[in-house]
């Protein structure tokens, strides 16, 4: 089953690019595929100058994208410090190390935690693991699926308070959201995907004071009433 069609998109070195829709939209199956988890029957995938369409998940990670999928999928029977070593697998120890420190000082709440199992965390905890353990790999192309899922509003701020920082010190960022007025506030683009298809691409802006934009969101013939 084809979920999603003829899409054709780019992101810019150093962006934000949101890609917003509803359930069933397509929006999973297009990160997924852009990780290496999907095949993509027709259509390539070029990333860095280079074609890597066939390129396996592995190799993707290894040439600097890495994904923070929905749901987290998180070694719940592992603590923190454990999932942490497993997401810097592609470096030596010493580079790990460094790394893990890193990231725990984006998110000192992960270092009160290091020693519990990732499943005892709390949603919002979990989800900055699952980004934390992503920055392990040290991408250039950060794949993130659902940002806010399932969390609450104060998790959701922190979060997002992550990606507009990393985004400012240069990483590119693929954001698929169901948020649509959190999604605008970080990104620089959006692509927004009904049924597999796009319906709606363009600038943030472009986005917020566009009625095409909130029509293709919300399935609204005007856009006076509609609130973000």
């Given at each position: 089953m084809q979920v999603v069609n003829q899409l054709?998109?780019?992101?810019?070195k150093g962006s934000v690019m949101a890609v917003l829709g509803a359930n069933g939209a397509g929006k999973s199956s297009l990160i997924m595929a852009l990780a290496g988890h999907v095949d993509i029957k027709q259509?390539?995938?070029?990333?860095?100058?280079?074609?890597?369409?066939?390129?396996?998940?592995?190799?993707?990670?290894?040439?600097?994208?890495?994904?923070?999928?929905?749901?987290?999928?998180?070694?719940?029977?592992?603590?923190?410090?454990?999932?942490?070593?497993?997401?810097?697998?592609?470096?030596?120890r010493k580079k790990s190390q460094s790394n893990i420190e890193?990231?725990?000082?984006?998110?000192?709440?992960?270092?009160?935690?290091?020693?519990?199992?990732?499943?005892?965390?709390?949603?919002?905890e979990q989800q900055m693991l699952a980004i934390a353990r992503a920055l392990m790999t040290e991408p250039k192309l950060l794949l993130i699926d659902e940002l806010s899922l399932g969390l609450m509003p104060k998790a959701i701020d922190t979060c997002y308070e992550v990606i507009k920082e990393l985004n400012d010190q240069g990483l590119t960022i693929l954001l698929?959201?169901?948020?649509?007025?959190r999604a605008l506030e970080v990104s620089d683009s959006v692509i927004v995907l009904e049924s597999g298809?796009?319906?709606?691409?363009?600038?943030?802006?472009?986005?917020?004071?566009?009625?095409?934009?909130?029509?293709?969101?919300?399935?609204?013939?005007?856009?006076?009433?509609?609130?973000?």
């Amino acid at each position: 089953m084809q979920v999603v069609n003829q899409l054709e998109m780019k992101i810019e070195k150093g962006s934000v690019m949101a890609v917003l829709g509803a359930n069933g939209a397509g929006k999973s199956s297009l990160i997924m595929a852009l990780a290496g988890h999907v095949d993509i029957k027709q259509g390539d995938v070029e990333y860095d100058a280079q074609n890597i369409t066939s390129a396996p998940p592995m190799e993707r990670v290894k040439k600097g994208i890495a994904l923070v999928p929905e749901g987290r999928r998180l070694f719940k029977s592992l603590t923190v410090y454990e999932n942490l070593v497993v997401g810097g697998y592609i470096t030596d120890r010493k580079k790990s190390q460094s790394n893990i420190e890193k990231v725990l000082s984006i998110f000192p709440r992960l270092d009160e935690r290091l020693k519990q199992n990732a499943g005892s965390l709390s949603g919002g905890e979990q989800q900055m693991l699952a980004i934390a353990r992503a920055l392990m790999t040290e991408p250039k192309l950060l794949l993130i699926d659902e940002l806010s899922l399932g969390l609450m509003p104060k998790a959701i701020d922190t979060c997002y308070e992550v990606i507009k920082e990393l985004n400012d010190q240069g990483l590119t960022i693929l954001l698929v959201e169901q948020s649509t007025s959190r999604a605008l506030e970080v990104s620089d683009s959006v692509i927004v995907l009904e049924s597999g298809n796009t319906v709606w691409q363009g600038s943030s802006r472009q986005a917020e004071n566009s009625s095409d934009f909130i029509d293709s969101i919300l399935g609204l013939k005007s856009s006076h009433q509609a609130e973000f």
